[in-house]
């Protein structure tokens, strides 16, 4: 049986992620490649719970992390992003403190899906948005560093 | 505005705790207290979110936890939990390993709401059920030790 839309929010509400990673790719023009994610991390026993996640969404995937000895539901792809995470979401909206990582997740997603993250003055607006996401997360690089490898690349 | 029935489902997936508590009282026949408590925990940043939790339940509480940085809504009253509470996940069930927790938890009230709770017996088969639930969990006593003492019980 599919799950209700209703009882997917809530528990992304909990248990979702909605980030946006960075990592450094010499072969692009800005030198830094954008990455979106939306995930539902479940304990190890959740598996089933898992499965229906993605049945859901019908797109993503579900890896174990051993790390955390969690399931984790996710979806990379901006397309599946566009067309199937977000107008959930528009549908049936967050009601806590995570309204605003969505909030800024659409909104960076938007510009990734017209290609406005590899223009540099852009992709510094999207960095500085991204950064005030999920503000108790680790992030690999400081966002200073990614801003100044920006400042230094030639158009 | 109030909350989806199914998104308060979907909350209590990932952030809801169903628990039974035991304590020494020696006023007691048995001496040994039981207390059900289900709950929602919210980080500090969730207030909001907390309120219309208890809003959604019109019972309860709202607490603030300043060892884990959470805002909890709880309800401890068995009648509030046989009336209110129980109804509500009867209706719109969980569908993860929590629906076990809840399974335990609501045959559990069923006993004390009948007072079963009282009688050595049937409180040996409490205990025994209510250490089967939230494994991960800290406990204040050990199951042997309450069993112990139950024992030692003159009825």
Chains 1, 2 share one sequence.
Not at 24 to 40: C, D, G, M, Q
Not at 74 to 99: A, N, Q, V, W
């Amino acid at each position: 049986m599919k799950l209700n839309p209703w009882y997917v929010t809530g528990l992304t509400e909990g248990e979702g992620c909605f980030t946006i990673s960075f990592n450094y790719r010499a072969k692009l023009n800005v030198k830094i490649e954008t990455r979106p994610s939306f995930s539902i991390s479940l304990c190890k026993d959740d598996l089933e719970l898992t499965k229906k996640i993605y049945e859901y969404f019908r797109c993503g995937g579900i890896r174990y992390s051993r790390r955390d000895r969690t399931y984790k539901y996710e979806t990379r792809s901006i397309k599946d992003i566009m067309k199937k995470i977000i107008p959930h979401f528009e549908k049936y909206p967050l009601k806590g403190r995570k309204k605003e990582d969505y909030r800024r997740f659409k909104w960076i997603c938007e510009q990734i899906y017209r290609n406005y993250h590899l223009n540099r003055e852009r992709l510094k607006e999207i960095i500085k948005e991204a950064y005030k996401m999920n503000p108790g997360g680790k992030r690999r690089y400081k966002e200073e560093e990614l801003l100044r490898v920006l400042g230094e690349v030639k158009e």
